[in-house]
């Protein structure tokens, strides 16, 4: 099917941490993944993409992890700070053009 | 910069009443795309416009909802009659083409009595 999923719906990790947000695609002719952060009464804001091509790239303090094989992506936030309390999406490109996004994992971060 | 622009920001309406929510991409944006968010569902994809011509509608809900795009810089989504399961928070999103990165406006709260 044409879906994207979340494993976890919340996670809470303490400030400084490293966290990780999981997700799996069901589309293996995908070619392009993007993860957005949405804060509460905000729209998606972009985060980070990466195209099927490659397997890992990173940003400021933010890493996406591709794994074609087993139809897994990954963002790690490394030092994790108050203000990266929010919902992430992971979105997928499906065929036609259509931008489809998963559940959303709330982050919440401990002082 | 200005990003997408959404109006208005909250709606309030009654059961049977027209809604009209308005979108300004963003300048040089070829693509617009209309999604809606809620909890039960998620961020569902209504229709997506590329050069002001409608690619995709099929997740229109009903036939009681219709966008238009007549130029580059502005696209409405109504909803006539709406009715109370069309609460919902509506966002708009433009991007520089198919298969680009989206940019988001703050959405439209959107709430049927």
């Known amino acids: 099917g044409e879906s994207v999923g979340l494993h976890l719906p919340t996670l809470s990790v303490q400030e400084g941490d490293n966290s990780i947000i999981n997700c799996a695609y069901s589309?293996?002719?995908?070619?392009?993944f993007i993860w957005y952060k949405q804060e509460s009464g905000k729209g998606p804001q972009f985060i980070i993409d990466?195209?099927?091509?490659?397997d890992k790239r990173q940003g400021q303090r933010v890493t996406v992890l591709l794994n074609k094989t087993v139809k897994h992506l990954s963002l790690q936030i490394a030092a994790t700070q108050p203000g990266d309390s929010a919902v992430y999406f992971c979105?997928?490109?499906?065929?036609?053009?259509?931008?489809?996004f998963g559940q959303g994992t709330e982050l919440s971060v401990k002082p | 910069d200005a990003g997408v622009i959404q109006s208005p920001r909250h709606e309030v309406t009654e059961m049977g009443q027209e809604v009209t929510l308005r979108c300004k991409p963003i300048?040089?944006?070829?693509?617009l795309f209309w999604y809606r968010q809620t909890m039960m569902r998620g961020l569902e994809l209504l229709i997506y416009?590329?050069?002001?011509?409608?690619?995709?509608d099929s997740g229109m809900p009903e036939d009681r909802f219709s966008a238009k795009m007549p130029n580059a810089s502005f696209s409405t989504l109504k909803i006539q009659p709406s009715e109370p399961r069309d609460s919902a928070v509506y966002f708009c999103?433009?991007?520089?083409?198919?298969?680009?990165?989206?940019?988001f406006g703050s959405g439209t709260q959107l709430s049927v009595l």
């Open positions: 999103a433009s991007s520089l083409g198919i298969g680009e990165k989206l940019f």
């Open positions: 589309n293996s002719a995908s070619d392009y």
């Open positions: 990466i195209r099927s091509n490659m």
């Open positions: 979105a997928e490109y499906i065929k036609g053009g259509k931008l489809i």
């Open positions: 300048s040089g944006h070829n693509s």
């Open positions: 416009f590329n050069n002001n011509v409608p690619i995709d």
